[in-house]
Nanobody, 124 residues
Framework: QVQLVESGGGLVQAGGSLRLSCAAS????????VGWFRQAPGKEREFVAG???????WYADSVKGRFTISRDNAKNTVYLQMNDLKPEDTAVYYC??????????????????WGQGTQVTVSS
């Protein structure tokens, strides 16, 4: 069992930056693939970025070149650095973990554990 807690959300102006953190419990977290998702009001939850236990990463086209996912296994934490934020990035951001090897997982159903989410609001 893994418990995930997101932090780092907030209000930022367009063009600004935020770094989200996903802190996890569990000694085997380093073996999990982790994804960041977001959900805006009235929209479906969408994939943002993922990282596997080997450090391989994958991104949604909408955030490539602006967002970077990374992990610090010693701290049981995965980060999402978000630069050049746009109003359309406004959403609740969730991290999720998958207890299996591989990469490229983008469907919410592929992940086993979810955090409670953190709000990101980008003003124009």
């Amino acid at each position: 069992q893994v418990q995930l807690v997101e932090s780092g959300g907030g209000l930022v102006q367009a063009g600004g930056s935020l770094r989200l953190s996903c802190a996890a419990s569990g000694r085997t977290f380093s073996t999990y693939a982790v994804g960041w998702f977001r959900q805006a009001p009235g929209k479906e939850r969408e994939f943002v970025a993922g990282i596997n236990r080997s450090g391989s990463t994958w991104y949604a086209d909408s955030v490539k070149g602006r967002f970077t996912i990374s992990r610090d296994n010693a701290k049981n934490t995965v980060y999402l650095q978000m630069n050049d934020l746009k109003p359309e990035d406004t959403a609740v951001y969730y991290c999720a973990a998958r207890a299996a090897y591989g990469l490229g997982f983008t469907a919410p159903g592929a992940y086993d554990f979810w955090g409670q989410g953190t709000q990101v609001t980008v003003s124009s």
